[in-house]
């Protein structure tokens, strides 16, 4: 099943380089973009802060183990501080034997050399001692040289690892300050959404409004009707005003003026 499935994927991708070419490249990258982008826009911002914390957090894998580097290398570097002290005080001290020597055959070249330890030595004895001497002394010197040059080394390196130390710490606490202000604006941002929820809508408040308005008018005109009917039912009992008509001309010679004129046809 696992064969036919590796079949079917080469298949794809050949017969997708076939029809697209080189965009098919970019085809799959984008595919994958997308499902990547997918992807992440259906994990909350609580789970994200969370491995982001959790992402910094590993940091201190890194911060122990620079930790244990320095440990070791300060004793390391003791150990050589150690060591160049022994080869300098050694080849100090031959560099005296090597002066009192030389300076008894410069003044004494013939005379015996009597030693701290009471015994007599020849012009040739010290000769042959200052000749071992002096491969001792270049020897000593040139490995004097490279341990020191290996403390230097290894002090350097301590020196960059506390450095790394330093700035690793430094930006794990700035990282997770930023973590943590960015997670009481996101909770911000909470309160702000719950707020919003109670807000009403203003359209709506309109809508009701109107829907009130409406139906006070329909309930009115019903009752309105329904007012009208009931008195065309019932007997009226009103007097009627009658006009006077006795006195019409008296009142129209009050609107018009009293004019006798007679229009001639």
Do not use: W
């Amino acid at each position: 099943m696992l064969k036919k499935a590796l079949f079917v994927v080469v298949g794809v991708v050949i017969v997708g380089g076939l029809m697209f070419g080189s965009s098919a490249i970019h085809m799959a990258r984008d595919f994958v973009s997308g499902a990547r982008n997918l992807g992440d826009s259906m994990v909350s911002t609580e789970a994200k802060i969370s491995h982001t914390r959790k992402d910094i957090k590993a940091l201190d894998k890194d911060i122990k183990g620079l930790y244990h580097d320095i440990a070791k290398e300060e004793v390391r570097c003791e150990d050589l501080e150690n060591e160049v002290s022994t080869k300098r005080e050694a080849l100090s001290a031959l560099t005296s034997h090597m002066q009192v020597l030389n300076s008894h055959l410069k003044t004494s070249p013939s005379q015996l050399y009597t030693a701290t330890n009471d015994k007599e030595y020849t012009p040739n004895q010290i000769k042959r001692d200052l000749s071992t001497s002096v491969k001792r002394y270049k020897s000593q010197s040139m490995m004097l040289t490279a341990l020191e040059k290996q403390l230097d080394t290894r002090v350097a390196i301590l020196t960059s690892a506390k450095e790394q130390l330093e700035k690793t710490k430094r930006i794990k606490a700035e990282l997770m300050s930023e973590v943590e202000a960015l997670e009481a604006e996101h909770a911000m941002n909470e309160v702000a959404k719950i707020t919003s929820d109670f807000n009403l809508d203003n359209s709506r408040i309109a809508n009701a409004k109107e829907a009130v308005k409406k139906l006070r008018t329909e309930i009115r005109v019903e009752g309105n009707l329904v007012n009208q009917m009931q008195s065309a039912d019932s007997i009226p009992t009103e007097s009627i005003e009658t006009e006077d008509l006795d006195n019409i001309t008296a009142r129209v010679d009050a609107l018009i003026g009293n004019d006798t004129g007679v229009v001639q046809k």
